[in-house]
């Protein structure tokens, strides 16, 4: 099924407040679900997969216990929305040639946007690999080195970002994409929790006939 980039955006952002992250990280997993589908990848059902996956668990344990060394996580997990803003936020540290290392990245193709995010702010084009994958990014365009089964790893055992680099082969975002019937209701399901649940009192102040239905 075909949505806009908005439609998309709209829907993750909901999906990932009914998932329990703030509001921040809901506009920044929102965008960059977006981003990714842009790039002809399955965002939307990455981040449902993720979802899914940290639902009713503790933030806590999913979130970098360290932005020192490697980065980890208590739980043996790294959330890729709650680890790729902390990446984006501490961009500086690649301007001075170090590398950050994640260790146990879950859904890591959610890191890379983050990623685009850091090269803007750096002007210059970060990498970011686990594997035998290599995405390149410049804040406006993608290269991708890799499989794309690799790329689409529900897993990543070590994920490194670092800067400068160089763009090969860079492709350019569309504004539609594809997602699937089944990846939007499984979305929808979060977006879901989002809604307050109808009363009497909001029946009747609501649009349409409501209560009273003069017709």
């Known amino acids: ?13 909901r999906a990932a407040r009914g998932g329990g992250l703030s509001w ?19 965002g939307p059902e990455l981040l449902a ?9 503790p ?13 980890y996580a208590p739980a043996g997990r790294l959330c890729p929305i709650t680890a790729g ?16 290392v994640m260790r146990g990245v879950s859904q890591p193709l959610l890191v890379v946007p983050f990623a685009a995010g850091a090269a803007l702010r750096l002007g210059a084009a970060v990498s970011v690999t686990w594997g035998d994958v290599r995405l390149t990014t410049d804040g406006h365009r993608l290269c991708a080195r890799g499989r794309r089964d690799d790329i689409l790893a529900a897993h990543a055992v070590e994920l490194r ?6 763009m090969t082969t860079p492709a350019a975002p569309v504004m539609r994409a594809s997602v699937a019937e ?5 979305l929808g399901v979060f977006a879901q929790r989002t809604y307050a649940p109808a009363t009497d009192a909001s029946r009747r102040l609501g649009a349409g006939a409501g209560l009273n239905d003069n017709d």
């Not at 921040?24 to 399955?42: I, M, N, Q, S």
């Not at 933030?59 to 980065?71: C, I, S």
């Not at 990446?87 to 950050?100: L, P, R, W």
């Open 1 to 13: 099924m075909s949505h806009s980039l908005n439609e998309i955006e709209a829907m993750c952002k």
């Open 24 to 42: 921040g990280l809901c506009e920044e997993a929102a965008k960059g679900t977006r981003w990714l589908a842009a790039y002809g990848y399955p």
């Open 49 to 57: 997969d993720l979802l899914e996956l940290n639902d009713q668990k």
């Open 59 to 71: 933030r806590a344990g999913v979130t970098p216990a360290t932005l020192e060394n490697t980065w």
């Open 85 to 100: 803003a902390a990446m984006s936020d501490s961009a500086v540290k690649m301007e001075n040639d170090e590398t950050i």
């Open 161 to 166: 970002c670092f800067a400068p680099t160089e």
């Open 182 to 186: 089944a990846c939007w209701r499984r």
